[in-house]
């Protein structure tokens, strides 16, 4: 039903910045609540940023001060501004969807690579 499109990765120096896109298809994305995750190899998923249905942000404390998220409803489409990138931010980046009427609707990407050279 939702289908959800990430794009924006791919590979940069340390100290850089990339801008990741997410746009997800239906006619409910004003009611969702969006995140951005991230997956390194080995480790788990871990929530990076999130932005309520309102505009409510919150960022992870290891990327705070560096990484913006921001969704553009007309749009679709949810962002993340990645600042100031580190070799620790490599990882694939998965676009989260929730939806909680009626129970809870969960939708993910398929995820883009981020990988930042030292």
């Known amino acids: 039903q939702v289908q959800l499109v990430e794009s924006g990765g791919g590979l940069v120096q340390a100290g850089g910045s990339l801008s990741l896109s997410c746009a997800a298809s239906g006619s409910a994305f004003m009611i969702m609540d969006m995140g951005w995750y991230r997956q390194a190899p080995g480790k788990q998923r871990e929530l990076v940023a999130s932005?309520?249905?309102?505009?409510?942000?919150n960022i992870a404390d290891s990327v705070k001060g560096r990484f913006t998220i921001s969704r553009d409803n007309a749009k679709a489409t949810v962002y993340l501004q990645m600042n100031s990138l580190q070799p620790e931010d490599t990882a694939v980046y998965y676009c989260?969807?929730?939806?909680?009427?009626?129970?809870?609707?969960?939708?993910w990407g398929q995820g883009t690579q981020v990988t930042v050279s030292s």
């Open positions: 932005i309520t249905r309102g505009g409510t942000a």
């Open positions: 989260n969807a929730v939806r909680r009427v009626g129970g809870t609707y969960d939708y």
